[in-house]
C-alpha cells in the first residue's frame, strides 16, 4: 500500500506498505503484522539501500526463499525475523506464496528499471502490493473472494499512487515506473523528468495517471464498508488518505518535483471524519478527480 499513507499509520515510519503499531489496528494483530513488517521492510532494504551490487542484493533475496522453504518443510529457522514469523504463518495459515510473491518484486527492482507497458507494471502491483492486502485478510479471517478482489484493487491503486509520488525519488535511483509506451504517447522523455519540467503535455499525461489510479482506488472501496470494527477503520482511512494525495497530485497538475504529495492534519481531520461518517451512511456518489466538485472520491 502507498508509503506515506501508512507512513501516517504507523510508529515506525519505515516501510509503509500497511500499518504497523496504528492505534486504531486490534491489539491481537499487531504482533503478526510486526513480524510480517519486519519481513518486508528487511527484505525491501536489501533491494533499495545501500551500495551492494546487484548480484549482492539477490543473493540476500534468495536466503530468505531459502528461510520461508525451509519453514514449510517444518524445520527451524535460526533467524530472528523468521523466528518471529514463524508462529504466526501456523496459527493464521498465511499463505508462503504471497511472502514469496513480495520477495519476487524485490529481486525484480533489483534487475527491471523501466516498465514497457501498463500490463507490466500491473504485474509488478501484484507481486509488490497485492500480497500486503491478502495477507491482512488471512489475519482477519477472511476468505471471501469478493473481498480479495477489493483488496487487490485497493493494494495496486495505492502502489500506483506511490509511484506517482516518487517519480523524482525513482529517478533518482534510475527507476521509472511510469508506461513508457504512454510516455512517448505524450512526449515525455526521460530528459524531462530529469529536469522535473511539468509543461503542457506532462499535466495531460499525469492527468490520465491520477484518473486511472482513481478510478481503481474507487472500485476496491467498497472493502471499506464491508469491513467491521477497527480493522474497517483502518482500512477506510487507508483508501481516504489514498483519494487525499490523489487530490494534491491534482490540484499540482502533477508537478511532485516541486512538492511531493503529504498528508497534513487538515487532511487527518477530514479522513477521520469521513472514514467514521462513511459506515454509518450511504456513500455519496463519486466524481471524478478533474471535476473539481466537491464530494468527489479523490477526497474533497
Not at 251 to 260: I, L, N, V, W, Y
Amino acid at each position: 500500500m502507498n508509503k506515506e499513507i501508512q507512513r501516517n499509520l504507523m510508529n515506525t515510519g519505515h516501510y509503509e506498505n500497511f500499518p504497523v503499531g496504528s492505534i486504531f489496528m486490534p491489539a491481537r494483530l499487531r504482533a503478526p503484522i510486526r513480524a510480517i513488517y519486519a519481513f518486508a521492510r528487511t527484505a525491501d532494504d536489501f533491494a533499495d539501500e545501500g551500495d551492494d551490487a546487484a548480484e549482492i542484493r539477490l543473493g540476500k533475496l534468495a536466503a530468505y526463499h531459502a528461510y520461508l522453504h525451509a519453514l514449510e518443510r517444518g524445520e527451524v529457522v535460526d533467524h530472528p525475523i523468521f523466528k518471529a514469523l514463524a508462529p504466526h504463518i501456523r496459527q493464521f495459515d498465511l499463505p508462503y506464496s504471497l511472502f514469496h510473491d513480495l520477495l519476487s518484486a524485490f529481486e525484480q527492482d533489483c534487475t527491471k528499471t523501466r516498465y514497457a507497458h501498463f500490463g507490466e507494471v500491473m504485474d509488478y502491483c501484484k507481486r509488490s502490493a497485492n500480497p500486503i492486502g491478502r495477507l491482512l485478510l488471512k489475519l482477519y479471517g477472511d476468505d471471501d473472494a469478493k473481498h480479495q478482489a477489493w483488496s487487490d484493487g485497493i493494494c495496486s491503486a495505492l502502489q500506483l499512487i506511490n509511484f506517482l509520488q516518487d517519480v523524482a525519488i525513482d529517478w533518482q535511483k534510475n527507476r521509472i515506473y511510469l508506461p513508457q509506451d504512454e510516455m512517448a504517447k505524450f512526449g515525455i522523455s526521460e530528459r524531462q523528468i530529469a529536469e522535473g519540467r511539468t509543461d503542457a503535455l506532462w499535466q495531460q499525461f499525469m492527468k490520465g495517471q491520477i484518473e486511472r489510479a482513481r478510478r481503481m482506488l474507487q472500485a476496491g472501496a467498497p472493502l471499506g464498508r464491508a469491513l467491521h470494527g477497527r480493522i474497517g477503520f483502518e482500512m477506510r482511512l487507508i483508501i481516504l488518505g489514498g483519494e487525499r494525495i490523489l487530490l494534491q497530485l491534482h490540484e499540482s497538475r502533477g508537478d511532485m518535483f516541486q512538492q511531493r504529495p503529504k498528508l497534513g492534519w487538515k487532511d487527518w481531520l477530514n479522513m477521520l471524519w469521513r472514514a467514521t461518517y462513511t459506515r454509518k451512511s450511504r456513500p455519496r456518489a463519486a466524481t471524478s478527480c478533474a471535476s473539481g466538485k466537491s464530494g468527489g472520491s479523490c477526497g474533497h
